[in-house]
């Protein structure tokens, strides 16, 4: 390759880089300094292009009721991005898809579904779904992921 064109490749590899971390979404994900099963969700969020910051709560209650998640909703820890929250094990795509619903509060995954991101044990995965919590205060159901 002459030297013009490896500029020129070169360049071009740069500016996507740059592009690409320019668009890198950063949420904030509140957990307990116990909880193992966080730390594997913040790791699948990263993996996944995610800037996270890392908040140990001493009252995960007080955090879920200030950021409006309903008890049926709960899981162990919550994100917020773009003061919309996260609770529970939802994937990463799932997230970026809410900062384009300006119709939701948030998105849920109940519980602790067994195969869910941060919650990979061996082969078991539970079907789950991703429900959205609608400003009226509503349920939608976002997303369905498929047990074996």
């Not at 800037?51 to 309903?70: C, I, P, T």
């Not at 579904?113 to 779904?129: I, L, N, T, V, W």
Request: proline residues 5%; charged residues 20%.
């Amino acid at each position: 390759m002459k030297t013009p064109l490896r500029l020129a490749a070169l360049s071009a590899l740069l500016l996507t880089s740059m592009a690409q971390a320019a668009e890198q979404l950063t949420i904030d994900v509140h957990r307990d300094a116990n909880c193992g099963c966080c730390k594997a969700w913040i790791s699948h969020l990263e993996t996944n292009g995610f800037k996270v910051n890392d908040h140990v709560e001493a009252d995960m209650s007080s955090v879920k009721q200030r950021l409006g998640v309903q008890p049926r909703l709960a899981s162990c820890h919550t994100g917020v991005i773009n003061g919309k929250f996260v609770e529970g094990h939802v994937p990463a795509d799932q997230v970026v898809a809410l900062s384009k619903r300006s119709d939701l509060k948030g998105i849920a995954v109940p519980g602790m579904p067994m195969g869910s991101p941060g919650m990979e044990m061996g082969d078991r995965k539970d079907a789950y779904q991703v429900i959205g919590l609608r400003n009226d205060g509503s349920d939608q159901v976002i997303a369905e992921y498929p047990g074996n």
